[in-house]
């Protein structure tokens, strides 16, 4: 979901292991070169065995280098020089012997002089055969470098290619970049717990029909990673949506409103943010039926009782986290919207008009707080949810600072 046209354009060394996954970093390549990233390719011995330097140099439009002993272009400096003014090194595929000879500090070629040379954050891509991820060494030494303050990526699990499946297969290039992406950005949320409802709520009538709202949940999982990127520990409650759990974010599926209420209710003591992104049904029907209601020529009625308002019911706790509504309008949007603030006790409402965001990957979205209103441009939701994100960070450190 996350756009890296929406990242700011960086400078990435890529170091390549060798392991069979090394075809993929082409991709890798291309995916940042085309988002306007500058990549400089480092790759080991073993990487070449695998795939060709010539693939990285055209991809990169950079020499790409392997050795450190026929480097006549920095004084033969590339092992301190290259690390130097960039804004990430990033080892992918990253083999166990790599892994191995991070932990211990042992530097006896390009890249794995460079990665103790460095001079900038290195986050590694483990790609490896089940066995060998498993393997109490190879553990022990992901454990150390996480405490050495390196950020491992993956491994994801499935098939692999020695035909076995498990855990130790590397994050595809596109998951590798948007980590990459996520990691750079900063933090203003860091050490803050996010907890936020997202989707539709289904209500049902019987097993087989119910009333919901048009809702993908798109832009409530895109606060969601916004809120993970900038450094926040994040909950999601989910109506039922089509899209993946973000990652690193925990989802708690629900489908009514009732359950979304108590959802929010068992979590929301000691969070410090709430963000009501959810498109609750307004009713439920008080006496679903257990079987499947006949089709008859009769016209019907259901009754239906009002849904609790759970956003509302958070604002109204005795020491309630940060609040912050959406209100999706199909006319007068601004002044519903802050009626609904208001009505609702929130610092922060964010509209929008329904019919230009329902099912949309973009959004154009006005932000309202007790300093007035803040129209944004129209943009992905990514890049919505990442400007909503640095808004409510800045409100709420602010209100934490004037208390
Ligand atoms: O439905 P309404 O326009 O009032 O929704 C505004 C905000 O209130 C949204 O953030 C929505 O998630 C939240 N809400 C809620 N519970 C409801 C209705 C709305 O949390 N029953």
């Given at each position: ?305 009002a849904n609790p308002d759970i956003l509302a019911s958070v604002a ?74 640095d808004h409510i960070a800045s409100l709420y450190h602010a209100r934490?600072?004037?208390?």
């Open positions: 979901m996350q756009t890296l046209a929406d990242s700011p354009t960086r400078h990435l060394v890529l170091g390549i292991t060798g392991g069979i996954a090394a075809y993929k970093c082409a991709e890798l390549v291309r995916l940042w070169v085309r988002a306007g990233h500058t990549v400089d390719v480092v790759m080991t011995e073993a990487a070449l065995a695998f795939v060709g330097a010539a693939t990285f140099q055209a991809l990169s439009g950079r020499p790409v280098r392997s050795s450190l002993w026929n480097s006549a272009e920095r004084n033969g400096m590339d092992h301190i020089a290259l690390s130097r003014n960039v804004d990430a090194l990033i080892v992918a595929p990253a083999s166990a012997d790599f892994i191995g000879k991070l932990t211990y500090g042992l530097a006896d070629d390009l890249l794995s002089t460079l990665c103790l040379a460095r001079d900038c954050p290195l986050l590694v891509a483990p790609a490896m055969n089940r066995q060998m991820w498993q393997n109490p060494a190879t553990q022990r030494n992901v454990a150390q470098l996480r405490a050495d303050g390196v950020t491992i990526l993956g491994p994801d699990s499935g098939e692999q290619a020695c035909g076995e499946t498990g855990e130790g297969r590397m994050l595809e290039p596109h998951e590798i970049a948007e980590r990459v992406a996520a990691y750079l950005q900063p933090k203003p949320l860091a050490g803050l717990r996010v907890l936020l409802t997202a989707g539709p709520t289904l209500e049902p009538i019987d097993p087989v029909r119910a009333i919901t709202n048009r809702s993908s949940g798109q832009m409530g999982y895109a606060v969601a990673a916004a809120a993970r990127d900038a450094g926040a520990e994040v909950t999601l409650i989910s109506g039922p949506t089509a899209l993946d759990a973000p990652w690193d974010v925990e989802r708690v599926n629900v489908e009514t409103a009732a359950q979304m209420q108590a959802a929010v209710e068992t979590r929301v003591t000691g969070c410090d943010i709430f963000i009501g992104v959810a498109a609750v049904a307004d009713y439920r029907v008080v006496a679903p039926s257990g079987s499947k209601i006949k089709k008859s020529e009769a016209s019907m009625s259901l009754e239906l009782a109204a706790r005795p020491n309630p986290p940060f609040c912050v509504g959406f209100a999706a309008e199909s006319e007068h949007l601004l002044e519903h919207a802050e009626l609904k603030r208001r009505r609702k006790t929130l610092p922060l409402m964010v509209a929008n008009l329904a019919q230009d965001s329902i099912g949309r990957s973009d959004s154009q979205i006005t932000l309202l707080d007790d300093h007035g209103v803040h129209p944004l441009p129209l943009a992905s939701k990514t890049q919505s949810a990442r400007w909503l994100v934490g600072s004037s208390r």
